[in-house]
Every structure is written in C-alpha cells, then in structure tokens.
T-cell receptor, first 118, second 114 residues
Framework: AQSVTQLDSHVSVSEGTPVLLRCNYS??????LFWYVQHPNKGLQLLLK??????LVKGINGFEAEFKKSETSFHLTKPSAHMSDAAEYFC????????????????FGQGTILTVHP | ETGVTQTPRHLVMGMTNKKSLKCEQH?????MYWYKQSAKKPLELMFV???????ENNSVPSRFSPECPNSSHLFLHLHTLQPEDSALYLC?????????????FGPGTRLTVL
C-alpha cells in the first residue's frame, strides 16, 4: 500500500526567500515520486519526478526535490520564491506492485497552498 | 498545457439531469484517466482506460459512466447525481498505463449539482 503525507496545508513566504514544501511517503516496493503544481482554475502540471535514478531531481521553474529513502521524504525546494510560484502543490507517489508493474495509480497528497508575499 | 482539453469548463446541473463531460488529448497517448478533486480531499482516481479498454474502476457509483470511443477521447456521462458529487473533474493522459509515465492533466470541469 502507498500513501503520501504533506506536512503543511499552507506555507507562506516572502518573494526572494527560500521555499520548502514537505512530503513524506510510504510504499511497499520501489516508488516513483512526483510533484505537481496547480494554479487557480488550471489543471495540474508536472514539476519534477523521481524514478530511482539520481536522488536529487531538478524540475521546471527552479524547483528541485531530494529523495531520501532513510527518511521516506521527498521535500520540494526552491532557493528564491517568485510571485508566480503562488499555487497549490501536490506530492504524488506511484508504487510498483508485487509483480514489478505499476498500474498507473497515483496517490496524491492533500496539497500545500503556497502564498508568496511581495 | 493545451495537450489535454476538457469541455465544458463549468457545468451546473440538477439532480435529475443527464449530462456528459468530454476530454480530448492531442498527445498520441494510449492511457486516459478521470479524477475527482473535492474541496479538502486528495485527488481521487475514478477510472483508467488503456488502449480504449477500462482497466480500473475505483468503486465509483454507477451514476458515473465513462466511455472511451478511441484513444484520443474520453467521456464521463452523468445521471441522477447528488449534491456531494459537486467537484472539479480532471482528465489526464499518459503514454502508457504505468506509474513511470508522466500524466498530463486537462484544466478540469467544475461541476455543481443543485
């Protein structure tokens, strides 16, 4: 079974300061992990994904995330927030089943709303 | 972002109405998905289609009926819905059905059931 916990429902930062959005996961086998972003009245857009290659994953718009197996974490960071980063962010896990095949089932966290102040 | 389109963007319907949501993907993908996004709840996977065959149905009530006539189009037929069905319905597609393939999402249909 797989699950995702986003530790903060809201994060507020000032423009130009670092962003940290926290995510912990649980999975039975070898997970793939994703971060998606959803701007108001828009669909979800993939920021980055981890698929068992490098543990530090770089995404679009300056975001990156580090896969830490020992901590079962996949936190999303950005060195300097921009006003356009204000949105809702979802941490997502997709696990392999016992046969080593994933059925495309993504389990979503509850989302973190990022507010960026000028 | 225009790879997956959804119509209508907003829909208000009564509990006795019948309506359909449409999704179209222009990415050459073989798998398509319906998700429900309710306020204060995680995204819920409703249906998965792979090569036009329904491969997953996550205990969705029968008042929701999906249809996938070809790999580019996905419909969600709605009938005698309840107010608690009000939500944002998102369509997504991926190259193949598998957790490693990125899912591309449409903008969603905001459904209100009166």
């Amino acid at each position: 079974a797989q699950s995702v916990t986003q530790l903060d429902s809201h994060v507020s930062v000032s423009e130009g300061t670092p962003v940290l959005l926290r995510c912990n996961y649980s999975s039975s086998y070898s997970p793939s992990l994703f971060w998606y972003v959803q701007h108001p009245n828009k669909g979800l857009q993939l920021l980055l994904k981890y698929t068992s290659a490098a543990t530090l994953v770089k995404g679009i718009n300056g975001f990156e995330a580090e896969f830490k197996k020992s901590e079962t974490s996949f936190h999303l960071t950005k060195p300097s927030a921009h006003m356009s980063d204000a949105a809702e962010y979802f941490c997502v896990v997709s696990d392999l089943d016992a046969g080593g095949t994933s059925y495309g089932k993504l389990t979503f966290g509850q989302g973190t709303i990022l507010t960026v102040h000028p | 972002e225009t790879g997956v389109t959804q119509t209508p963007r907003h829909l208000v319907m009564g509990m006795t109405n019948k309506k359909s949501l449409k999704c179209e993907q222009h990415l050459g993908h073989n798998a398509m998905y319906w998700y429900k996004q309710s306020a204060k709840k995680p995204l819920e996977l409703m249906f998965v289609y792979s090569l036009e065959e329904r491969v997953e149905n996550n205990s969705v009530p029968s008042r929701f009926s999906p249809e996938c006539p070809n790999s580019s189009h996905l419909f969600l037929h709605l009938h005698t819905l309840q107010p608690e069905d009000s939500a944002l319905y998102l369509c997504a597609s991926s190259l193949a059905r598998g957790g490693l393939d990125t899912q591309y999402f449409g903008p969603g249909t905001r459904l209100t059931v009166l």
